[in-house]
Structures are given as structure tokens and as C-alpha cells.
């Protein structure tokens, strides 16, 4: 853990105090800000968004290295929202199973090739579901009807087409969706994938910890200490 914040000017507890801030609240980097000085801890936001992008991904890889030793269900909801960065709009395809979120993916594009390499990337990390349900969009069935015929995926998987048994997940990118600071503007795609894989974390975190009815409620700091900790 230690080699992740070496050289740091700062103490690796005040880093996650801002990023715990950050992903888990609706707030710009500038609010962040605010609310460190007014614990007379002075970090600049632009300081916030650097932590933001260095340690981000790091958060989702440490969470989903972790993520891949519970019991997973076989049966995948799959369905992609979009993201609007440098006022166009990019897509991000998520996947969850009964137990809360497996994979998600930044993409330009929202076409067969892209739901393609998203299912291919989950059979990789997570091996063959039982069934995948997805919406009624065409290049999500060819996607899938393709895999099965190239032997990626096998023919067994049933492949469920409603867009009403998607509604879990539909309702579940609102949630994430909401996490992102409405002052926010993104710029680029790699500081958007950063942003939304922190909040995707502390976002599946709270959901762990909301069925484990915790005693003294959800801490995002503590979880971020933790996932570092055990992971590193």
C-alpha cells in the first residue's frame, strides 16, 4: 500500500479523506476544496483532480481483483448509458449480477463490435454465464448471436431480450449516473473512465455494506482504507 502513495506530499489518509468526498457526494472539485480547508487542510482542486486520475483506476483494479473471489450468480444483466465528454456522447456498457456490479467499460461507439469486446472481456475475468439479458437493441443481439457462432460463447447461454427484466440495471446507472458532479464537464475520456470506475467502487461498496445492515452505517473512507489494505 505504502508504494501506491510514495512521494506524496501529502499523508495517504488526507488523499482518501478527498477521494471519499469526491466519489461518494455530488460534489465539484472546487466543493472538495472547501471542505478540506474548512478542517484547515489545504489541498488546491486541482491537486483533487490528479488524485482523481491517478487513483481511480487503481481503486477499480484493486476492487475487481477482490470482486472475482466472491460467489458470482450466472446469470449477467448487460446494457450500456451514455456519458457526454467534450460535449459528445460516449457510452458506458455495464454488467451486474444478482450481487451488484461485475464490469464496466468507457466506449465511443455503441454498435456490435463494442458489445462484443465487453461480453469477451467478462468471459475472460468471470468464465461462462448460465444467461445474459439484455435490451431489445440490434447489435446486442448479433453481438451475441455471433459470439455463440464463433465459439467464444457457449450455445447453452440463453439470451433473454426485455427490456423490462433490465429495468434493475436501467435504475442502477441512474444511481451511478447521479454520483457525478453536475459542475463537472469532461474533458477528455481518460478523466471520465478515472471519475466514474472511483464512483463505480464506493458505489458498489455502499450497496455491500447496505445488505450487511453494518452497525454504525456506510464510511467511504474506511472502505477505500480497507480496499487498499487488503488488496496491496
Known sequence: MKKLFKGKQYDFRIIIEALGLYYHFSLSYRDCEKIMRKFSIGIDHTT???WNKQYGKTLYH?????NRRRALSKSWRIDETYIKVKGK???LYRAIDSNGL???WLRNNRNTVSTKAFIKRLIRDYGQPRS???DKYAPSIKAINELKSEGFLDKSVNHWQSK???NILEQDHRKVKSKIPYSNSFQSTYTTA???????VVSAMYKISRREITLFGFCP???IERLFKTTC
Open 164 to 166: 423490462y427484466l433490465n
Open 102 to 104: 461485475l464490469d464496466m
Open 48 to 50: 483533487i483532480y490528479r
Open 132 to 134: 445474459i439479458v439484455t
Open 62 to 66: 484493486l476492487w475487481k481483483r477482490r
Open 89 to 91: 456522447y460516449c457510452y
Open 194 to 200: 478515472s471519475t466514474i470506475k472511483g464512483i463505480e
Open 221 to 223: 473512507w474506511a472502505e
